[in-house]
């Protein structure tokens, strides 16, 4: 049952707090009047986001003057990402075949970006294309999932190595790009992906305990209790802030006048939104995270 465990924990983890947001923020906050948001673009292709592919009309047909929902782009490329790939691996049993194949889809994402940007593609960015910004992370964490199972000890080995020849890739760019009056877009061409790759040995690292720094800093009670609590403030925060900002910030100016009004609105959304992102996992999705145990 790989298939269906795999889909159905994923499934108890992401579908609840999110399809919560949309019945929210299309079906009820759109009735009532004098909302300081405007909702009619995500109303009117509310079937993109229902069927998690709302980057693509995000790319595509964007939003003029509207963004409330417009940051969970990156949960409709992970949900993508979320239906191929398992069957990916199901299909192809040889880990040396996977690895080939990711590999590839890494290069030619980052050829593909470079092209867009040398062609300067009508309606097309690198920037903006949000599959292209992600992909990276995507592929490295599949590449070093398939090393730890053909070789455990590779990463191990040659982390050091790793390191500095991204650092002496991005290096290298730095001055070819100077050459060319700092033109080259660095994010297309290489910090995607090498950033993606620090922070994939990063993780590599922490997941097998190697280093006792990392493992002391990232186990802290409290880092821990922010990353439980942290989908639903991903999911929240955005609209939240869009919503409240106007009068947390008049609020400021007149009773705070000493204060900055956009420090005191920024810092209140804050820890409202780590508030209600508690109260969400507490009361809402760790309903559903406890029958994961079915599907061990």
């Not at 919560?20 to 986001?49: H, M, S, T």
């Amino acid at each position: 049952h790989y298939l269906r465990n795999f889909y159905m924990r994923r499934v108890l983890r992401v579908f609840p707090i999110y399809y919560l947001a949309l019945v929210i923020f299309l079906l009820i906050l759109p009735l009532i009047p004098g909302l300081p948001v405007r909702l009619d673009y995500y109303v009117a292709n509310q079937v993109w986001l229902w069927t998690y592919l709302q980057n693509w009309i995000y790319i595509f047909r964007p939003a003029v003057d509207q963004s409330t929902l417009n940051h969970l782009w990156s949960l409709a490329v992970e949900e993508q990402f979320y239906l191929l790939w398992p069957l990916a691996i199901a299909l192809v049993p040889r880990p040396r075949f996977l690895l080939v194949l990711i590999s590839a889809v890494l290069l030619l994402t980052v050829g593909l970006r470079t092209w867009v940007w040398i062609n300067s593609v009508e309606g097309l960015s690198y920037f903006s294309l949000y599959t292209f910004t992600r992909i990276d992370g995507i592929c490295i964490g599949c590449i070093i999932a398939i090393l730890q199972k053909i070789n455990p000890q590779f990463l191990r080995n040659n982390t050091a190595l790793i390191v500095l020849a991204f650092a002496g890739f991005n290096f290298l760019f730095y001055f070819i790009n100077r050459q060319y009056n700092d033109s080259f877009p660095y994010l297309a061409m290489v910090g995607y992906t090498t950033l993606a790759m620090l922070i994939g040995l990063l993780v590599d690292d922490m997941v097998n305990g190697r280093t006792p720094f990392f493992h002391l800093l990232f186990g802290l009670p409290f880092l821990k209790f922010i990353g439980r609590i942290s989908y639903g403030c991903y999911i929240l925060h955005w609209p939240l802030y869009l919503i409240t900002e106007p009068f947390l910030e008049q609020w400021s100016s007149t009773h705070l006048s000493w204060l900055p009004s956009h420090y005191f609105a920024s810092t209140a959304i804050t820890l409202l939104s780590y508030l209600l992102g508690y109260l969400s996992y507490r009361y809402f999705e760790m309903k559903f995270l406890g029958l994961k145990k079915h599907f061990e």
